[in-house]
């Protein structure tokens, strides 16, 4: 079963919001990545973290990693429409690398 | 970044025949590749994950003898479909890595949509 969990599953958001996807994991994980997909693109890495509590930025995107290693979150500020897709996280939960369900983002004008 | 090529893009062919992607990493030497599945707005599914020169691990559920893959060298691997049926039909992506599944991060083919008829 799936032991990536995300949610929202789908996230309307106004250009100019802030917004913010989760990621939960049955268990503890050693790292935990991120990846968009554009529609009709294929996922594109995002950025990798390992540490408890590691948080990293990449411009409007703030991503973090919970202290217990059993989640972690994306948040984006002041949205646009480029940031449109689904953003999915992965880990490695039981050993086994596995993608989340994936958030998917719409972005209204 | 790292290019990762697939070949075709898009195939469609008739129920019981067999259809083979290629995947290609074009610019570096790929530790690991590995195929995924994805249905329409769902999550990517890891079917098999190969190393050059040994046989593919696959995950529980996928079966063997259905998807071939075969991992000849650093930069190619390749994923028959055997026997293809429509329950087939589906968007596969392969991905590649410098390292370990998992611990590294994967550069993303195209993908290549199969569909059966």
């Known amino acids: 079963g799936q032991q990536v969990m995300q949610i929202p599953q789908y996230q309307h958001v106004q250009e100019g919001e802030d917004f913010t996807t989760y990621c939960n994991s049955s268990?503890?994980?050693?790292?935990i990545q991120w990846y968009k997909q554009r529609p009709g693109g294929h996922p594109v890495f995002l950025i990798q973290?390992?540490?408890?509590?590691e948080v990293k930025k990449q411009k409007r995107l703030t991503f973090q990693f919970g202290e217990a290693k059993k989640n972690s979150s994306l948040h984006i500020t002041a949205t646009q429409t480029t940031d449109v897709g689904t953003y999915f996280c992965?880990?490695?939960?039981?050993?086994?690398?596995?993608f989340g369900a994936g958030t998917q983002v719409v972005v209204t004008p | 970044g790292a290019v990762v090529s697939q070949h075709p893009s898009w195939v469609i062919c008739k129920s019981g025949t067999s259809v083979k992607i290629e995947c290609r990493s074009l610019?570096?030497?790929?530790?690991?590749m590995f195929w995924y599945r994805q249905f329409p707005k769902q999550s990517l599914m890891l079917m098999a994950t190969?190393?050059?020169?040994?046989?593919?691990?696959?995950e529980q559920g996928v079966e063997k003898d259905k998807f071939l893959i075969n991992h000849a060298s650093l930069t190619l691997s390749t994923l028959t479909v055997t026997s293809a049926h429509p329950e087939d039909s589906s968007f596969y992506i392969c991905?590649?890595?410098?390292?370990?599944?998992?611990?590294?991060?994967?550069?993303f083919g195209p993908g290549t949509r199969l569909t059966v008829l």
């Open positions: 991905s590649a890595s410098l390292g370990t599944g998992g611990l590294n991060e994967q550069f």
């Open positions: 268990t503890t994980l050693s790292n």
């Open positions: 973290l390992v540490k408890s509590g």
């Open positions: 992965a880990g490695m939960p039981w050993g086994k690398f596995q």
């Open positions: 610019d570096f030497q790929a530790t690991t």
């Open positions: 190969s190393n050059e020169g040994s046989k593919a691990t696959y």
